[in-house]
């Protein structure tokens, strides 16, 4: 059930504000009907207009995971915010992956490949963010084999020379620190970036 917006007393209080402000008689007809109107409006909030019916929601949703890979998660989020009911949700979600639109494994597979190879984005950032996507066990699992599967130690090198080459020119000690701060938020882990920047100022000819 939507949330009130506002407490009985201060609705009351608005609405007849409301009623008044528009010039109308201050009789009881008059103040009835536009208390009515305004309270409708003020009690429940809405974010968007409810999809008019089980079959509709289906065909917004299809064309929402044809788009690109959603979790369950997601496609839970956009059917609670079209105004589905709980059962309704279930329904569609079953429908959906009896179809073959919904698939976690395949999109655990995708959302890893995609976030190593144009992110670079190491295995604990990719798996702390499927995490929150209410990602499996067993589909985290899959994860890690997926990207021990890519050279993802080549991905790493060319992601740290290209953040090293930018921070030239600082002293080292920000370097240092500015490269650290940057792999570590991108998901990789830290014993493999303590290495690489070692090997990054010894290459550099930089006097410790």
């Known amino acids: 059930m939507p ?3 506002c407490s ?5 209080k608005k609405a007849k504000r409301y009623a008044y402000k528009k010039g109308g008689p201050k009789g ?3 103040f009835l009907q536009f208390t009515l109107v305004t309270l409708t409006k003020m009690y429940y909030k809405r974010s968007v207009n409810p999809v008019g019916s089980v079959t509709e929601a289906k065909r917004k949703i299809e064309s929402f995971c044809a788009y690109q890979e959603r979790c369950h998660k997601e496609v839970e ?3 609670k915010s079209m105004g589905m009911i709980d059962e309704s949700i279930a329904h569609i979600i079953s429908h959906l992956i009896g179809q073959n639109y919904l698939n976690e494994e395949r999109f655990t597979v995708q959302f890893t490949l995609g976030k190593l190879r144009i992110k670079s984005w190491g295995l604990e950032r990719i798996l702390r963010e499927l995490k929150l996507r209410g990602i499996s066990s067993y589909n985290l699992k899959k994860a890690t084999t997926v990207f021990e599967e890519e050279p993802y130690l080549e991905i790493f090198d060319r992601l740290a020379q290209k953040q090293f080459a930018s921070l030239k020119g600082l002293p080292l000690t920000t370097i240092k620190r500015k490269l650290f701060d940057y792999l570590r938020y991108r998901g990789w882990p830290s014993d493999l970036v303590y290495e690489k920047i070692k090997e990054l100022v010894l290459l ?3 006097n410790q």
């Open 77 to 79: 989020e956009k059917l």
């Open 8 to 12: 009985i007393p201060l609705r009351v």
């Open 28 to 30: 009881r007809p008059f």
């Open 3 to 5: 949330t009130p917006t």
């Open 204 to 206: 550099g000819n930089f």
